[in-house]
């Protein structure tokens, strides 16, 4: 899916879908007790994007808000956790870190049927498209700058000061989460099995890179669409979507980042085929080396493992999303093309997996 055909898909609000609606007056005496300011009359859209946690349009006339909450439907265990995103955005939005304030969570599931939070609606631009077209081209460098800049400043959180020692656990990232997505993927039967996919796997478990004790807090999904920026200016104003956030390795949550540059922009905002260099936009070198240079590192060993390693969670991602569409619990009109690409995405997975040294 191009970058504009994402816009459409994703930019903003619909009337809310048949299957996702909710009782909208629970909603206003939830919020009337438990958001300061709070005054209705309260009225609901849903946003175009959103394929896990669907999201919501909160209209006030004093401001607007964003709800996120647990999908209906079957779901798999421990998926779709919108208490870590509550919990991670208030810890690392109270250390000066940009992402929307939370005002409330509720996990009572009688309120809405689900789980849900409630933040501030942040107002910028969104890019859905990793060349940025309709930019002057000192601006796109700015604002790949912007971005490098803030994967490096969540990288250097301390995550035990600001209350999430136990976010995650320290250490032997790789062993942990190759074993949690190969997992997913074995036991969603419905989604089946791939060849190509069960060869990544056997490859990524014995070629993990020394060098797997770092830990800091990890986003798990940063890209260019889910950033907003300033309106004018080449600033990140807010993070969004933390659903896999956890404390994890930085160098596996940077090269997902940096996955842009191997990525074709028809499956997730990339950059194969753009002419980066008159773009102005940095290569993939010196984007990595800015990085580095932010955080202290003398380069990135293990760095085409990493991004090995990014591809197959994606493609895990994506095959968990066709089995949601197979048992009906899928919230997004991009279901389809996620599931269509997927055989191409888990070639492309194999291909980082050989320029790795996979053979």
Not at 66 to 89: M, T
Not at 219 to 225: A, P, S, T, V
Not at 254 to 262: G, I, S, V
Not at 311 to 331: Q, T
């Amino acid at each position: 899916m191009s970058g504009a055909a994402d816009a459409a898909a994703n930019s903003g609000t619909t009337p809310v879908r048949a299957g996702y609606g909710f009782d909208e007056a629970a909603l206003t005496r939830w919020m009337e007790a438990h958001v300061g300011g709070f005054s209705g009359p309260l009225s609901v859209e849903q946003f175009k994007g959103g394929l896990s946690n669907p999201t919501y349009k909160l209209v006030t006339p004093g401001r607007h808000y964003v709800l996120r909450r647990k999908p209906p439907g079957q779901i798999l265990k421990g998926a779709h956790a919108v208490e870590r995103e509550a919990r991670v955005l208030s810890a690392i939005g109270g250390a000066g870190f940009p992402v929307a304030h939370v005002y409330g969570l509720c996990e009572d599931s009688a309120i809405l049927g689900s789980a849900f939070y409630v933040m501030e609606m942040v107002e910028g631009r969104i890019f859905w498209d990793a060349t940025i077209p309709g930019v002057p081209q000192e601006e796109r460098a700015a604002l790949f700058d912007a971005m490098n800049a803030t994967i490096a400043q969540l990288h250097a959180l301390d995550y035990q000061a600001i209350g999430l020692g136990d976010y995650g656990r320290p250490g032997n990232f790789f062993e942990r989460q190759i074993g949690r997505w190969s997992k997913q993927y074995r036991e969603d039967v419905e989604a089946g099995r791939d060849e190509t996919m069960d060869r990544l796997i056997a490859w990524l478990e014995a070629n993990i890179p020394a060098g797997d004790d770092m830990t800091t807090l990890a986003h798990g999904d940063f890209r260019i669409d889910n950033l907003i920026f300033h309106p004018t200016e080449p600033r990140v104003l807010a993070v969004l979507d933390w659903e896999l956030s956890t404390l994890g390795h930085p160098g596996a949550d940077f090269a997902y980042h940096a996955m842009m540059y191997r990525m074709p922009p028809y499956i997730v905002a990339g950059l194969v085929g753009a002419d980066i260099a008159g773009l102005g936009i940095p290569s993939e070198a010196d984007y990595l080396a800015a990085y580095c240079a932010r955080t202290g590192r003398d380069g990135m060993p293990g760095y085409d493992f990493y991004v090995a390693f990014n591809f197959f969670r994606l493609a895990a991602i994506f095959h968990g999303i066709k089995g949601r569409m197979i048992r009906g619990a899928a919230s997004n009109a991009q279901t389809q093309e996620r599931v269509r690409v997927l055989p191409e995405l888990i070639q492309l997975a194999w291909q980082q997996a050989e320029r790795a040294g996979a053979r």
